[in-house]
DNA sequence: TTGAAAGCGCTAACAT
DNA sequence: ATGTTAGCGCTTTCAA
């Protein structure tokens, strides 16, 4: 029923090897050869069979993504450029979430690995050492794409998080505020919680300002968390005049409580994001944000990941991409 | 160097039938003899070649993916509904963007075919007619999510857009509005074009409302298509007083564009949205909005596909699931 | 309950 | 330039 290379062979009167060559763009092929097999391919509507192609060649020209939550922006932004660049190598992608839990992300990767994908593209906010520790015994390379390995020995693409957080804390600064909140998702999120955090504490002692644990407060990265944020820090001595937030939406949330109560954003109170999707210009006033490169990570991610599965040179296993401040009008 | 099921069998002193059988849960195996092999399995940390496996079997477990566009919100909630059922029936997802062009679909079909998918589900604004040729030629089975084939013959999963969009043009009717504009995406969706156009003209008409053509304005579904429908909108004669709005971003647009006209929603103007995604409570109003399962959507259309990939007995093709309106603050 | 053996559809030497 | 053939690693009859 389905027809296959042998059919073609026999119909075209060659032996499977030539029907192989031709399919496969071997120039070893008498042109009037190659014209006949190639209209008996047409007649007979042939489709090689990519997965006995596969086992032959022991290359499947897939590649796995385990990504945490692809309904999540931030990350259907990374996979978006991970699968462009993907198809532009002619790799297709077995995709799947882990929802960032580790037993998951090891399971995911054992599966695609049965499947012989030729390489896997991660993103995982928290790389543990059981991960660290597939990642090397992997048969195929794998990289991280906007996810950090504190040990680098995993190659990966992101951006510097610790100096962009701490120009987003300087852009504060430098507006003269002096009771600035962090509001932050998961802090168990290493670039949360290690640069972030990091770069937020040296930015206010470089500034002689005085670190206050109270204005620093986590929880997930939703719109709800930052509503929560804002009323946790309004009970606080001396309140927050301006606010980090680790999102887009946390930002929002937090511009809408503060309006709610009363205060004019940015003349009260000042807000600064890190993200800057789409929804930064959706609210009023549209925000200032440090702006994640995220296509172009997961874009540069794939492209790293094909160099290295051809084994081509890569000079720097772990790339830094380039970010920038938006200055909208949450901010002075 | 990788170990086949060849070194499992004489590790442990059985035939690669055994394996297979243990590996496969096959129950005629005695249980000393299944213990040996799972020890030997363990220890040489064998993996079976799901390759191999779907070369013997011509059963892959995965199933292809067809999305217009993953980074867009709407997709990506579908993307998951899909994948997480798909996770259920143990299937694997392989996703490509179509970016909604027939021409990359199709090709995308043929090479999900080739590499041999047990399935597809597809998402397609469109379904234009070489694509229902193609569902109806392909070996495997397709259904489509979100999205309608308006000849009804492939399987498919979908709300009634045509009674949303009819509620949702209501409620702006009795309230009282005799100047509705419908701020759409893609008219030639089938969706927009189609449904909701026809429910919007006949809730005027069931309300003895005149139609005025100039009051519908369609671009693309984005923030910035609103803005410009609202500028458009503002030179007509009796501009609009209400809008009912193809999806969320269309929505909060034209809420902003409406208060920087110093206009007060909903007191003075009303927008209902066509969506309701997690952006309609972030913004001020919130929005009202006919609300679309899309999860639902995605995680129904995979399970009918599973059912129709085991040959079991489906009963109705063309599923409909419930809505509902939900009523924010954009109206009254 | 277990094993032997014939494929599954293709690639990749190796010959010619 | 083309053909022959031996796998790739597994499933699946068919026998035993």
Redesign the pocket.
Same mark, same amino acid.
């Given at each position: 029923m &389905?027809? &296959?290379? =042998?059919?073609?062979?026999r119909e075209a009167?060659?032996?499977?090897? &030539?029907?192989?060559?031709v399919?496969?763009g071997?120039?070893?092929?008498?042109p009037? &050869? *190659?014209k006949k097999v190639l209209e008996v391919i047409e007649r007979l509507e =042939? *489709?090689?069979?990519?997965?006995? *192609?596969g086992?032959?060649?022991?290359?499947t020209t897939t590649v796995g993504v385990i990504i945490p939550d692809i309904s999540n922006t931030i990350y259907a932004e990374l996979a978006r450029g991970i699968e462009d660049i993907a198809t532009m190598y002619s790799y297709n992608i077995i995709l799947s979430n882990s929802d960032q839990k580790e037993d998951k992300e090891l399971e995911l990767l054992d599966t695609m690995l049965s499947k012989q994908v030729d390489g896997v593209v991660m993103m995982s906010d928290k790389v543990s050492s059981s991960i660290q520790q597939a990642i090397k015994s992997s048969p195929v390379p794998i990289v991280l794409a906007g996810s950090v390995d504190e040990k680098k020995e995993a190659a990966s693409v992101n951006i510097d998080y610790y100096e962009a957080a701490y120009e987003a804390v300087n852009v504060l600064i430098k507006n003269g505020h002096k009771r600035i909140a962090f509001v932050s998702g998961p802090l168990d999120y290493t670039i949360n919680g290690v640069y972030k955090l990091a770069a937020y504490k040296q930015a206010l002692q470089d500034a002689d300002i005085e670190l206050d644990e109270q204005l620093i407060v986590a929880g997930d990265s939703t719109y709800d968390d930052g509503i929560a944020a804002y009323e946790e820090l309004t009970v606080v001595q001396a309140p927050p005049t301006a606010y980090f937030a680790g999102s887009d939406e946390l930002a929002i949330a937090l511009i809408h409580a503060a309006q709610d109560a009363g205060k004019q954003v940015p003349n009260d109170t000042e807000v600064i994001s890190f993200e800057n999707s789409k929804l930064a210009r959706m609210v009023r006033p549209q925000l200032s944000s440090i702006a994640l490169p995220l296509y172009d990570i997961g874009a540069v991610a794939m492209r790293l990941l094909t160099k290295i599965m051809n084994k081509e040179e890569v000079q720097e296993q772990t790339v830094v991409l380039p970010h920038h401040l938006e200055i909208r009008h949450s901010t002075k």
């Open positions: &389905t027809v &296959t290379i =042998y059919d073609v062979a009167n060659v032996s499977m090897a &030539t029907v192989s060559r399919v496969n071997n120039q070893n092929v008498k009037a &050869t *190659r =042939y *489709r090689p069979n990519a997965v006995a *192609r086992l032959a060649s022991k290359k």
